[in-house]
């Protein structure tokens, strides 16, 4: 069955960096457009950055524009979202999602705090 793991959250100060994975199996991933969502406490769930499936087009939301990085690895069937310049509005729980597929993992959470 589809499968994603998040990974790479944790307590960064304003300003820093982390850099988040997540790990699919079960579907074609190599095939399959990614995105990058997050849910902050007590707010809906918003799309973050989404890659097509070979990896020459990703879009932002304009929240993260020039400060995130949507990149993926189709060998090791791997989606990441490399954060610089992070805010304390950038606190939320991090999740991957295969387009198309309602399927999501556990999250990760990214908490950016001084």
């Known amino acids: 069955q589809v499968q994603l793991v998040e990974s790479g959250g944790g307590l960064v100060q304003p300003g820093g960096s982390l850099r988040l994975s997540c790990a699919a199996s079960?579907?074609?991933?190599?095939?399959?457009?990614m995105s990058w969502y997050r849910q902050a406490p007590g707010k809906e769930r918003e799309l973050v950055a989404t890659i097509g499936s070979i990896g020459g087009s990703t879009n932002y939301a304009d929240s993260v524009k020039g400060r995130f990085t949507i990149s993926r690895d189709n060998f090791k069937n791997t989606v990441y979202l490399q954060m610089n310049s992070l805010k304390p509005e950038d606190t939320a729980v991090y999740y991957c999602?295969?387009?198309?597929?309602?399927?999501w993992g556990k999250g990760t959470l990214v908490t950016v705090s001084s």
């Open positions: 079960g579907f074609a991933f190599s095939r399959s457009a």
């Open positions: 999602n295969a387009v198309g597929r309602p399927v």
